[in-house]
Structures are given as structure tokens and as C-alpha cells.
Nanobody, 130 residues
Framework: QVQLVESGGGLVQPGGSLRLSCAAS????????IGWFRQVPGKEREGVLCRKSGDGSTYYADSVKGRFTISGDSTKNTVYLQMNSLKPEDTAVYYC???????????????????????WGQGTQVTVSS
């Protein structure tokens, strides 16, 4: 079946690190834009980090620049969100998403600000607390 399965969430102390995984089945992630989003109850979903397929251009939200990075393993059809120097305000449910690009004109920043992506993971809870 076509789906994204997330894992790696959990409880971590401030300043700690965590790596989230997003494994795809039924399609190949190499050909899709990848987005990582997060959401806190009562607040709107926020685009955290999004990578454009092809050239790999990446957009980072200001709040995570220098702390979060994206990587992938094509042999496993999996992408990762490496989160370092975590802060309590990073606490949220994190979602990965995939989008088959229709236009080369649309910027990855614009995609990271919208939510009409093709596929979504189920979400994984990240809690940063002492």
C-alpha cells in the first residue's frame, strides 16, 4: 500500500538530540518533495523543514536553522529528520509528507507553507522536557 510510516519520537531532555524516520512504501521518495511539519494542539500546523526533489534545495524554518537537518537512505526508501539542541518549544507531533512536484516554478518555501501534499505520515510525538 502507498503510505508513509514514521518512527523515532519520544521524550528527550532540553539540549538533547532525536532522529525521526519516515519510511515510504508503494512509491519512491527520490522523486518527491519531502516535508517535515509539526503541530501542537490548538495551533496551526507549521512547516519545519522541506526539501525539493531533484536539486535538493531545502527550506528551513527560522526556529530550526542550525539545529535540524534532513538526510535520506535511498536503499531503504527512508528519510530522516535529525534534531539537535532540542528546546521545550520543539515539543509537538511531527509529520512527514511527500509531494510529487507538478511545477518547477513553485518554490520549496511555498510548499512548506501549504498542506496540500500527496501523502502524510501518521505523526510521531516529540516531547522536550527536563
Amino acid at each position: 500500500q502507498v503510505q508513509l510510516v514514521e518512527s523515532g519520537g519520544g521524550l528527550v531532555q532540553p539540549g538533547g538530540s532525536l532522529r525521526l524516520s519516515c519510511a515510504a512504501s508503494g512509491f519512491t521518495l527520490d522523486y518527491y518533495d519531502i516535508g517535515w511539519f509539526r503541530q501542537v494542539p490548538g495551533k496551526e500546523r507549521e512547516g519545519v523543514l522541506c526539501r525539493k526533489s531533484g536539486d535538493g534545495s531545502t527550506y528551513y524554518a527560522d526556529s530550526v536553522k542550525g539545529r535540524f537537518t534532513i538526510s535520506g537512505d535511498s536503499t531503504k526508501n527512508t528519510v530522516y529528520l535529525q534534531m539537535n539542541s532540542l528546546k521545550p518549544e520543539d515539543t509537538a507531533v511531527y509529520y512527514c509528507a511527500a509531494y510529487r512536484r507538478r511545477s518547477i516554478v513553485t518554490t520549496i518555501q511555498a510548499m512548506c507553507a501549504r498542506f496540500s501534499w500527496d501523502y502524510w505520515g501518521q505523526g510521531t510525538q516529540v516531547t522536550v522536557s527536563s
